[in-house]
């Protein structure tokens, strides 16, 4: 304790920063959400959970507490939730990713099938499946990502993505949005 003391008396005062120096966070955001949120607006949660993601609002990025929101969400059921999970584990852990994203469409989301076949087609040589995109552009329904997908896939690899694709459809088709 004594030798902090020496090293701290050493320092010139130009190199201490006053508190009055360090500005405050503008957290107007969430002192704005957080009451509508605590009362159960999910809205209000979801917003949150991207102030924490992405560092809006003054609170600054807090990976923890976004991930900690978007779980809460996610087991209520929530797409939007799904899919915010999804983004937080896109960049290091694949599998989550996926899993994210494919509870998200099998909740009904309309995006997550599209978001899945570019996540499967956009990943490092080792860990894309072409097949799999394919899958999920059938999904998807979209036309313009189907043909892109098409092409480093063998014909017969094609078909069973499209008949698999039917029996997904068949299964989840009529999910309600949540």
Same mark, same amino acid.
């Given at each position: ?12 005062? #130009?190199?201490?920063?006053?508190? /009055? ?52 969400? #996610? ?11 999804? &983004? /937080? ?7 989550? !990713? ?5 509870? !998200? ?14 996540? /499967?087609?956009? &990943?490092?040589? !080792?860990?894309?499946? /072409?097949? !799999? &995109? ?45």
């Amino acid at each position: 304790m004594r030798r902090l003391a020496i090293i701290l008396g050493s320092l010139p005062l #130009a190199a201490c920063i006053s508190v /009055h120096q360090t500005p405050l966070p503008d957290n107007s955001a969430i002192a704005v959400s957080y009451p509508k949120a605590a009362s159960g607006d999910r809205q209000a949660e979801i917003g949150q959970a991207m102030y924490f993601q992405r560092g809006y609002g003054g609170v600054g990025a807090n990976s923890d507490e976004s991930l900690r929101r978007w779980l809460s969400l #996610a087991e209520q059921g929530n797409q939007q939730a799904m899919l915010g999970l999804a &983004a /937080h584990y896109r960049p290091n852990d694949r599998e989550q !990713a996926v899993y994210w994203y494919r509870r !998200a469409a099998e909740a009904g989301n309309l995006a997550a099938p599209g978001m899945l076949a570019d996540y /499967h087609a956009a &990943a490092r040589p !080792a860990g894309q499946d /072409h097949q !799999a &995109a394919l899958l999920w552009a059938f999904i998807a329904g979209n036309n313009g990502q189907i043909a892109r997908l098409r092409k480093p896939v063998e014909p017969a690899a094609q078909e069973e993505a499209a008949r698999q694709a039917e029996a997904w459809l068949k299964k989840y088709r009529n999910k309600e949005p949540k």
